[in-house]
């Protein structure tokens, strides 16, 4: 065989061979590329889940905290101190004053991030779950928002990738329907109430008012007049803390009517003078009111009661200014200021109550 023939030969044969390795050796890093490609995706959406698992958790062990508390509270006849700090603990202990909450076991804070850790782990994944922060507070007048920091830290021993980061989560936690437990446990457990917002409609019929607030309550103690002559007994004081209940407006003089804090007239008569919170056209509110009787006037839906509380199944909750939140429910207190948000009022009858036989509004009447 001619040596440049075999030459050749050996120079395809090792240009084959080097082809050869380098197919399999660029094979290789490829099927290592796809490996890692294929983990990193899965610990994408790993985390992903967790975010929303972590959100429904923390939802979840934040609403049997409450539930937990306002149990608690009333079958032992006390209130809680802290209820931001209580709801926290509760939350992610199930625990209260050194005692396991039933309704807590299995579904804290804690257990959900152990059971999630768990989960991680049969899937070959290391995972650490860390609650970085935790705040609950007053998001409006019937919901609390739950605002919640994890830190996450997922490492995957197979292609030694490790992801790190913080997800934040919010949550609205809505607490219509709980019992409320000022009332409960102040009235010795004689008068219970649950939050459930009032629905004013069709009381006394179609009124007409001179103020659009959305939210706003006029509440002020009864003055029932026949006529201009019955209000010179009052001061200006006086008059600026009650809501004028009468037949006619149009007897009285303008600058007379505006120092009350409201007005409320049988009649139809409309007034544009009036400057104060009125509601026209009742037909009956002087029939159907006390002296003594507490009502309230909504200044956005034309609107007004005096004895929405006949029985406890009626009962029902008004915005007010100066009201208990419901963290401030939650802790007996009903003076205004611990929690600076508009609270809520509800209307009680104390005939079945150790004071005077008259419509109050709780908070007011506890306090009294």
Not at 11 to 40: C, G, K, P, Q, Y
Not at 87 to 104: C, H, K, R, W
Not at 230 to 235: E, F, G, N, P
Not at 331 to 351: C, L, Q
């Amino acid at each position: 065989m001619p040596k440049g023939f075999v030459y050749t030969l050996f120079v395809v044969a090792v240009t084959l061979s080097l082809v050869t390795l380098i197919s399999i050796h660029a094979s290789s890093e490829n099927t290592i590329d796809t490996s890692a490609r294929i983990r990193s995706t899965l610990l994408l959406n790993i985390l992903n889940d967790l975010n929303d698992d972590l959100a429904r958790s923390s939802y979840i062990a934040t609403k049997r905290a409450i539930l937990s508390l306002t149990d608690y509270t009333i079958t032992n006849g006390s209130f809680i101190n802290d209820t931001e700090s209580t709801i926290f603990d509760v939350s992610t202990t199930g625990e209260y004053n050194g005692s396991a909450l039933p309704l807590m076991k299995n579904t804290t804070i804690n257990d959900w991030t152990v059971s999630i850790q768990d989960i991680l782990s049969k899937m070959g994944i290391e995972g650490t779950i860390t609650l970085e922060s935790y705040t609950v507070r007053q998001r409006d007048l019937y919901n609390l928002e739950l605002a919640t920091v994890y830190e996450l830290d997922i490492y995957d021993p197979v292609s030694t990738i490790r992801m790190k980061r913080n997800v934040t989560q919010n949550v609205t936690i809505d607490y219509n329907y709980f019992e409320d437990t000022l009332n409960t446990v102040k009235s010795n457990m004689l008068f219970s109430t649950a939050y459930i917002l009032c629905n004013l409609s069709g009381t006394y019929g179609k009124a007409l008012v001179s103020s659009t607030n959305a939210t706003n309550w006029t509440v002020g103690r009864v003055f029932k007049s026949t006529g201009p002559g019955d209000i010179i007994s009052l001061s200006g004081n006086q008059r600026a803390e009650r809501i004028l209940i009468t037949q006619n407006i149009s007897k009285y003089a303008l600058s007379d009517i505006n120092e009350f804090k409201g007005v409320i007239s049988e009649t139809s008569d409309n007034l544009a003078g009036i400057t104060i919170p009125k509601i026209i056209g009742t037909n009956d509110a002087c029939s159907n009111t006390e002296d003594s009787y507490i009502p309230a006037m909504s200044t956005e839906i034309d609107k007004w009661i005096n004895n929405i509380m006949t029985t406890q199944e009626t009962t029902c909750f008004i915005e007010h200014e100066y009201g208990p939140t419901f963290f401030d429910r939650m802790e007996g207190n009903v003076t205004y200021g611990k929690y600076s948000t508009t609270g809520t009022a509800t209307f009680i009858d104390p005939r079945v109550l150790p004071k005077k036989p008259q419509k109050e509004l709780d908070f007011i009447y506890w306090n009294s």
